[in-house]
């Protein structure tokens, strides 16, 4: 076995997982589902059919991730956050043909406690601050907070705000990473 599961956790058949994957106590890896590489997945995880982690993806505890979410390479999501999967959820309507998707992109951040409303995507290296519920797409290096998330500010691949000059260049202090902003889009330059 190249992945290593908790001997309380369920791996069902018919799901890939890469190699030195983690899979830790009380968590369910249901079938059709593939997680990437050298992941980490907390204690009491649920990942539904149908869900792609790409490498290096760091679920924390208490994380359910349902069929429709897709995450990219070096994806964080904090202890109990939650994506949901259906816009108008009923007990007594069955609408599992009806599930929205999301797509976390590459690098992203999700904190603690945050809600993400199925159908918005994230985008590469944004940051969900905790408890932020997410009712549209973010775009990429973006930092949102609050309920519901709006956007007040931008920040690097390495999680720093990021502070514009009057010629729309940022720097990270950590990396020495540079990034531009034109209009509403940020992109790394160097």
């Known amino acids: 076995m190249a992945y290593f599961a908790h001997e309380t956790a369920v791996v069902d058949e018919g799901c890939s997982i890469g190699e030195g994957t983690k899979i830790w106590h009380f968590s369910h890896i249901m079938p059709a589902c593939v997680i990437g590489e050298r992941c980490n997945i907390g204690q009491n995880v649920v990942i ?10 760091k679920v924390q505890n ?3 991730i349902y069929t429709g ?3 990219e390479d070096d994806v964080f999501l904090g202890p109990s956050m939650v994506f949901t999967n259906v816009i108008n959820p009923r007990s007594a309507v069955n609408r599992r043909e009806q599930y929205s998707k999301t797509h976390v992109g590459k690098g992203a ?10 159908g918005h995507d994230i985008g590469a290296f944004a940051f969900i601050g ?3 519920v997410v009712t549209k797409t973010v775009p990429a290096y973006a930092l949102v907070v609050g309920n519901p998330a709006r956007q007040i500010g931008w920040v690097s691949e390495y999680g720093h705000r990021l502070s514009f000059d009057e010629n729309g260049r940022a720097s990270c202090h950590e990396s020495g990473q540079e990034y531009e902003l034109k209009g509403s889009e940020v992109n790394r330059i160097r």
């Open 130 to 132: 905790a408890g932020a």
């Open 109 to 118: 951040s999700i904190g603690a406690n945050a809600t993400i409303v199925c």
């Open 69 to 71: 979410v897709n995450c």
């Open 48 to 57: 539904s059919p149908d869900v792609h982690l790409g490498n290096n993806v």
């Open 62 to 64: 208490n994380v359910s």
